[in-house]
C-alpha cells in the first residue's frame, strides 16, 4: 500500500466525517469540491436521472457543476442523448465515462454530448449510480480533465459517491417521520427502579446479572427519554410520568 | 412475528431451525448462489451458526418465512474470518456490547414486491434493531452490497463504514457499523408503517450481555 494509497482512503472518510458537520448546501459543495480536487476532479454533480420521455430533464440534487455547461447542457437537451446518463440508469456498479458506450451510427448526438462536455474541460468522470426505493435511479458524477483512476482512488470515489447522495437527500430535507412519545422499556424501568431506591450501576448489575455497561447503557437511555440530565433527574420524571413506582 | 431464539430457549424451536437451515439453503445457494457454502441433506450451516448465534425467526402460522442472526464479535465472526478487507481503514470492530448482523433472508412469497418490498423484512429489520436496543448492544457491525446503502440510510440509520468498498465474487460490498439508538428503532419501524409489537421471546428470562464472570 503506498502513501498515496492510503491518502485517497483517508480524503474519503474525512469528507464522510465533514458531512456530518455540515449543514448548508454551499459548505458541503464546498469541501465535495476540495476532497475530489484531489483526485483530479475540477465538478461534480449529483442528479436525478429519470426514464427517458419527451420532456425528461435530470433534476439537479446538488449542484457543483460549471454553471455555463449547466445551462449549455439543459439548453440543448443534452440528457436523452447522454450515453453517460444512460447507462447510470442501467447500472448499480460505478463505471468511468470511457466506459458509456455508444454506437456512433445509432446514437450520433452521444458523441456531441461527450464533445461539448470536453469544451467545459470536463475530459473524463466517474459516476457512482445510487438506486433509490422509489424506482428512479439517481447518480453522482464527477468529471475533470485527467483524474485519477487508479483502482484504489476509484473505490474511494464510490464511497464519496455513496455518502454524498445520501448528503444531498438530507439538505433537501426528508419526509418527516412522526415522533411519538416513547415509553421506557422494562429493562430501562428496572435499573430506574433500582436506581430510586439507591444502588449503584455496579449493584444493578449484579441485582439483575447483567454487565455494568449494560446498566449505563439503559440508564442514559431512560434519561435521554425522560429529558433528563442525570440519573436523578431522570427518577424524578420517570415517577412523574408514571413510568415507575416505589 | 419475530421470534427470539438464544442459546437459552433453542430447545423450543428445535423444528423452526431446521426449517431455517432448509430455507438458507434455498435462498443462499441456489438462488443468489453464493460462493464457498456448504450444504448437507439440503440444510445450509455455516461456522458462524455457533452456540452463541442468535437466532431471529419470521414465523407466520407456524411456518418460517424469513429470518436473520446475531454473533458476538468478541468471538470469530464472518468480517473477522472471511472479510477482514471491508474493515480495513477503521479496523474489525470487537467489543462485548457490538454484535454482528448476518444473514437477513424471506422466502420468495413473502418479499412483497420490490426489492426491499414491505412484510417480512420490514418485520425481522424492526425486530432485530429492538432486539439489540433492548439488550444494550451499542452498535451492529454488518455487510451489504454497496448499492443497498442509500436505501438503509432512508431508514434512519447511522451507517459508520469501516473500509473501502471491496469486490467480492463480482459485487462491491461494504462493511459498516451502525449505532444503535431509540430514534433509528423507531425510524425503522415508520419505514416499514409497523406499528404493533413485533418480538416474541418464548422461555427467555436472562439479558443477553451478562456480567463478566
Not at chain 2, 456490547?97 to 412483497?112: L, S
Amino acid at each position: 500500500m503506498s502513501a498515496k494509497s492510503v491518502d485517497y482512503a483517508n480524503i474519503a472518510f474525512d469528507l464522510i466525517d465533514e458531512f456530518d458537520r455540515s449543514f448548508r448546501p454551499e459548505q458541503v459543495v464546498g469541501c465535495m469540491s476540495t476532497a475530489l480536487g484531489r483526485f483530479g476532479f475540477s465538478s461534480f454533480l449529483v442528479v436525478d436521472v429519470p426514464e427517458i420521455t419527451s420532456n425528461a430533464r435530470p433534476v439537479f440534487l446538488l449542484n457543483g457543476w460549471p454553471p455555463a455547461w449547466a445551462e449549455h447542457y439543459q439548453g440543448h437537451n443534452y440528457y436523452k442523448d447522454d450515453p453517460v446518463a444512460a447507462r447510470c440508469r442501467r447500472s448499480v456498479d460505478p463505471f468511468e465515462w470511457s466506459e458509456a458506450t455508444y454506437d456512433a451510427e445509432k446514437c450520433p448526438r452521444a458523441a456531441e454530448v461527450m464533445d461539448a462536455g470536453r469544451q467545459f474541460g470536463l475530459h473524463d468522470g466517474f459516476v457512482v449510480p445510487i438506486d433509490r426505493h422509489t424506482g428512479t435511479m439517481s447518480g453522482v458524477t464527477m468529471a475533470g480533465d485527467r483524474p485519477d483512476f487508479e483502482p484504489r482512488a476509484k473505490r474511494a470515489m464510490h464511497l464519496i459517491g455513496l455518502y454524498a447522495h445520501a448528503k444531498a437527500m438530507s439538505l433537501i430535507g426528508r419526509e418527516d417521520i412522526s415522533r411519538p412519545a416513547s415509553d421506557l422499556t422494562e429493562g430501562e424501568r428496572e435499573v430506574l427502579t433500582w436506581t430510586a431506591v439507591g444502588k449503584s450501576s455496579w449493584e444493578i448489575s449484579v441485582i439483575l446479572n447483567m454487565s455494568e455497561a449494560g446498566v449505563v447503557w439503559r440508564l442514559k437511555q431512560a434519561m435521554s427519554k425522560l429529558g433528563a440530565n442525570n440519573k436523578t433527574q431522570a427518577v424524578v420524571n420517570a415517577i412523574v410520568a408514571k413510568q415507575i413506582s416505589i | 412475528m419475530l421470534h427470539v431464539v438464544t442459546p437459552e430457549n433453542r430447545h423450543l424451536y428445535s423444528s423452526e431451525i431446521k426449517d431455517q437451515h432448509k430455507i438458507r439453503h434455498d435462498v443462499y445457494v441456489e438462488e443468489r448462489r453464493w460462493v464457498g457454502l456448504q450444504s448437507r441433506d439440503g440444510l445450509e450451516f455455516d461456522q458462524f451458526d455457533t452456540d452463541d448465534t442468535v437466532y431471529f425467526l419470521a414465523i407466520e402460522h407456524g411456518r418460517v418465512v424469513g429470518g436473520s442472526r446475531m454473533n458476538p464479535t468478541l468471538k470469530p465472526h464472518l468480517l473477522a474470518t472471511i472479510c477482514p478487507e471491508l474493515a480495513e481503514i477503521k479496523g474489525i470492530p470487537r467489543s462485548p456490547d457490538i454484535y454482528e448482523w448476518t444473514r437477513m433472508y424471506a422466502v420468495k412469497d413473502r418479499r412483497d414486491g420490490g426489492r426491499f418490498g414491505s412484510g417480512v423484512i420490514g418485520e425481522i429489520f424492526s425486530g432485530c434493531l429492538e432486539y439489540a436496543y433492548d439488550e444494550a448492544i451499542s452498535a451492529l457491525s454488518l455487510q451489504f452490497e454497496a448499492w443497498w446503502l442509500p436505501r438503509l440510510q432512508q431508514h434512519g440509520w447511522e451507517i459508520k463504514p469501516l473500509g473501502l468498498p471491496s469486490l467480492i465474487n463480482g459485487e462491491w460490498w461494504l462493511g459498516a457499523l451502525i449505532p444503535i439508538t431509540a430514534e433509528m428503532v423507531r425510524s425503522t419501524r415508520a419505514f416499514y408503517r409497523i406499528s404493533d409489537p413485533v418480538l416474541v421471546r418464548n422461555g427467555i428470562t436472562k439479558p443477553l450481555i451478562r456480567a463478566a464472570a
